[in-house]
């Protein structure tokens, strides 16, 4: 159904102005006629909610997704409501779309919503997206999203983004740690008292398993002088 263009033009402009009230009265004459707040659009894809993100006016865009709109309207060139709102900085209008089920998805990936947010030093959108899971794992335009921060000099959104891809690089490094068996803990030392005169040292490195099974003959000699002094081994008689 084609929408008229003066009814479209009233809810344009009251998303722009930032007018809930003139909102609410235009979305109350579409339902009276049966069109969709969803196909208010022009020919480029725009709709109602991205102006009203674009110009950050948060009531008119809850009104909006309260009557229908839909969170993901893309424009012809991809670009979502979230997109409008990155851009812009308006990180009221980003919550509610996000909690809205707005998708971090765009055409060209989440790396476009950081870069809308980085390239205008928006620090607030950029904390919330990367909360939400947003990625800046491949180049939008040219650039990754921290390198438009650095390139622009918002040095604040620059260590946000640094940061993030620090703790990604890290991550897989953490996961096959945890893979690997648990260290045993210490067990307390079982000093051995020299049975022959000749040996002097004291054994203070074999764990309290039992000597008999600690020192296998072919081990003996490890912790004796004498291998004869092992447990169970025979001992020499002594010289009067």
């Known amino acids: 159904m084609d929408v008229d263009v003066s009814k479209r033009g009233a809810l344009w402009n009251a998303c ?12 109350a004459e ?15 894809g725009t709709g109602a909610a991205h102006l009203a993100a674009q110009y950050g006016h948060t009531e008119c865009l809850q009104l909006l997704l309260d009557a229908g709109a839909d ?19 308006h990180k009221e209008c980003a919550e509610v779309l996000i909690r809205a089920g707005a998708s971090l998805e765009t055409a ?18 950029v904390v919330l997206l990367l909360e939400a899971g947003a990625s800046d794992e491949r180049p939008y335009e040219g650039k990754s999203a921290l390198e438009w921060a ?10 946000l983004l640094d940061a993030a891809a620090s703790r990604k690089r890290d991550r ?23 049975t022959h005169a000749d040996d002097t040292r004291r054994l203070s490195l074999l764990p309290s398993v039992g000597l008999e099974t600690v020192l296998a003959p072919q081990l003996a000699e490890l912790f004796f002088a004498d291998p004869r002094l092992a447990p169970g081994a025979s001992r020499p008689p002594q010289q009067p």
């Open 150 to 159: 650095q390139e622009r000099g918002h040095m604040e959104v620059g260590r």
């Open 71 to 89: 969170p993901d309207k893309r424009r012809n060139d991809g670009f979502t409501p979230l997109c409008s709102a990155c851009n812009g900085g």
């Open 108 to 125: 060209a990936g989440t790396c476009a919503l950081l870069v809308g947010a980085a390239r205008g030093g928006h620090v607030a959108c």
């Open 16 to 27: 722009a102005r930032g007018d809930a009230e003139a909102v609410k009265s235009v979305i």
């Open 172 to 194: 897989p490094a953490a996961a096959a740690e945890a893979l690997l068996p648990t260290k045993r803990a210490a067990l307390p030392p079982l000093v051995v008292k020299a």
């Open 30 to 44: 579409l339902r009276v006629e049966g069109i969709l707040v969803n196909q208010c659009v022009d020919r480029t």
